[in-house]
């Protein structure tokens, strides 16, 4: 009798298993669709993945799910498929490279180099001192940071900061998202740099700015009117009113965020 039960319970799950596989086919394919939708309105694979698992799993509402989905799939995707796909950006869209003059391009396969050289002589250390185990979890470890640092290098070169019609797209790699609306900004000027001999105060004031920049400490600063929520890693959230960003072309990024602010004003006034 037990014997059966178990049978029947075998054929119960592998039925299960089957009906769930040919559900997720057919969701994905809707996934799928509704981002291709969301992709000829913007260019954001990472942000339009998170808002299409939202819209077909979840009744467009982003959770922890959603977030995790994107983000590993997006790692997956700018890692092992770095050459495919175009700079997220329009032709009719303002874009902005940050990654050039901070010399994250060329750092980042020094940095890659050393993590291979690392995962190598690490797993055959503990090969040799441990056993085979932990140095296979230790090198699939390795080997997903490694993966997470080429994503990210990929990704801030394919993801620029664009200037859309209404509001600043930035983006950080697969670090840092956010879309701030032109009116929701006060100010956005050059980063002054701190004389040897400012008192402490000011330069306690100028490290408690954020930056959200590759290597340096930036060289755009931007006030908003109100705090803006950055999107992180896996839906991870920092919210400030004043940051710093890396541009490459500060002054023609400067000047073209004034213009948009001041149509604004003049619109309001009109």
């Known amino acids: ?3 059966d039960a178990l049978k029947y319970l075998g054929y119960a799950m592998l039925t299960f298993e089957i009906v769930f596989a040919l559900y997720s086919l057919k969701k994905l394919k809707e996934v799928v669709t509704r981002y ?45 498929f770095f050459w495919q796909g175009n700079t997220e950006s329009t032709q009719h869209e303002e874009a902005y490279t940050t990654h050039k003059s901070s010399g994250y391009g060329s750092l980042m396969p020094i940095l890659l180099a050393v993590v291979v050289v690392e995962l190598i002589g690490v797993h055959f250390l503990l090969l040799y001192l441990v056993n085979i185990t932990v140095a296979t979890v230790v090198t699939i470890l390795s080997a997903y940071r490694m ?32 879309e701030i609306p032109y009116s929701a900004i006060s100010s956005v000027s050059l980063l002054q740099k701190v ?17 959200f920049s590759t290597l340096s400490a930036g060289n755009v600063v ?39 602010i001041a149509d604004i004003h003049v619109g309001e006034l009109v």
């Open 36 to 80: 291709k939708i969301l992709d000829a309105k913007k260019r954001d694979f990472l942000l339009n993945l998170r808002q299409s698992f939202a819209d077909i799993f979840f009744k467009g509402r982003i959770n922890a799910i959603t977030n995790i989905l994107s983000f590993e799939t997006a790692m997956l995707r700018y890692a092992l």
């Open 222 to 260: 931007i006030a908003c009117h109100t705090e803006i929520p950055f999107l992180g890693y896996y839906g991870r959230k920092k919210i400030v009113k004043v940051f710093t960003i890396s541009v490459d072309n500060p002054s023609a990024f400067i000047k073209s965020i004034s213009t948009k």
């Open 1 to 3: 009798m037990l014997l």
């Open 147 to 178: 993966l997470a640092l080429l994503a990210d290098c990929v990704a801030i070169i394919k993801r620029p900061i664009v200037l859309r019609q209404d509001h600043l797209a930035f983006r950080l790699g697969i670090r840092w998202n956010v």
């Open 195 to 211: 004389p040897q001999s400012r008192n402490e105060e000011g330069l306690q004031h100028q490290e408690a700015v954020p930056s």
